[in-house]
């Protein structure tokens, strides 16, 4: 079954470090582009960052510095390592491919920063 899997979330204190890791199954991770978004309560979904199908990283401005995006094609996982975390980073985080119209999402996993 092609589906991304998502984990790592937990409950951290402010100016904390976590790393979330989205697992790709039948899916090449070489050959698509991986987002992150997140989603806070009462809020849309945001987007976070990418890592392209050749590597390079894109972020958003909200977590530029304090975010990176990292891979391991052969085990087809991203990782999004999370540092200097703030409660406003507190939201449930999604991987998701987009590839055309086709639009692929992970369960999500639960990120929450207390001050």
Known sequence: QVQLVESGGD???AGGSLQLTCKATLISININDIN???QAP????????TITK???TVYSDSVKGRFTISRD???RTVWLQMNSLK???TAVYYCNLARGTYRLWGQGTQ???SS
């Open 11 to 13: 409950l951290v204190q």
């Open 54 to 56: 050749s590597g390079s």
């Open 111 to 113: 990120v929450t920063v």
């Open 73 to 75: 094609t052969a085990k």
């Open 42 to 49: 009462g809020k849309e979904r945001e987007y976070v960052g």
């Open 87 to 89: 409660p406003e980073d």
């Open 36 to 38: 992150w978004y997140r």
